[in-house]
Nanobody, 112 residues
Framework: QVQLVESGGGSVQPGGSLRLSCATS????????MGWYRQAPEKQRELVAT???????TYADSVKGRFTIFRNNAWDTIYLQMNSLKPEDTAVYYC??????WGQGIQVTVSS
């Protein structure tokens, strides 16, 4: 069974930074797309960023220029570097693989 384990969440003041990590149990040969989604209270889950096996990245307009998605060479961990955080970035962040598998989610809170 595929496992995705997120880490690195927490609380930060506006303007601060956090880095999320997602470790996957999948083989590199079974991955074609990984990404981060988030869900704020009483809102639908939304796409934050994706990275393809070839390294192509996409971002939601709301995070462009502030967030960066990247992976390690072994393709067993992806990261989301979040800079210039805003209160509206507060949400539970989920790691996703191949649009099928989900992590358990991790809380990010941006508040003064």
């Amino acid at each position: 069974q595929v496992q995705l384990v997120e880490s690195g969440g927490g609380s930060v003041q506006p303007g601060g930074s956090l880095r999320l990590s997602c470790a996957t149990s999948q083989s590199i040969f079974d991955i074609y797309l990984m990404g981060w989604y988030r869900q704020a209270p009483e809102k639908q889950r939304e796409l934050v960023a994706t990275i393809s096996k070839g390294g192509t990245t996409t971002y939601a307009d709301s995070v462009k220029g502030r967030f960066t998605i990247f992976r390690n060479n072994a393709w067993d961990t992806i990261y989301l570097q979040m800079n210039s955080l805003k209160p509206e970035d507060t949400a539970v962040y989920y790691c996703n693989s191949n649009c099928i598998y989900w992590g358990q989610g991790i809380q990010v809170t941006v508040s003064s």
